[in-house]
């Protein structure tokens, strides 16, 4: 079983340093996604890449899919 979120990249944000990416990503909202935001109507997702060979996100809309990991 695995649950989709339709969400909206709202910073990107690099660490020249270590060449990290930080991402911040939240729920979709508006009449014109009423059939996302309806039943998710509210959520973040942070998450950090240290891999240089990652592509970095484009600003816009991404469906997002969580799928439980079986042992």
């Known amino acids: 079983m695995s649950l989709q979120l339709k969400m909206k990249l709202q910073s990107a944000t690099c660490t020249t340093e270590s060449g990290q990416i930080d991402y911040r990503l939240e729920a979709v909202s508006g009449p014109e996604n009423e059939p996302w ?34 042992p």
């Open 37 to 70: 935001s309806k039943f998710t109507p509210t959520g973040s997702l942070l998450f950090s890449v240290t891999n240089p060979a990652c592509a970095e996100l484009e600003a816009g809309d991404y469906l997002v899919t969580l799928t439980k990991v079986e």
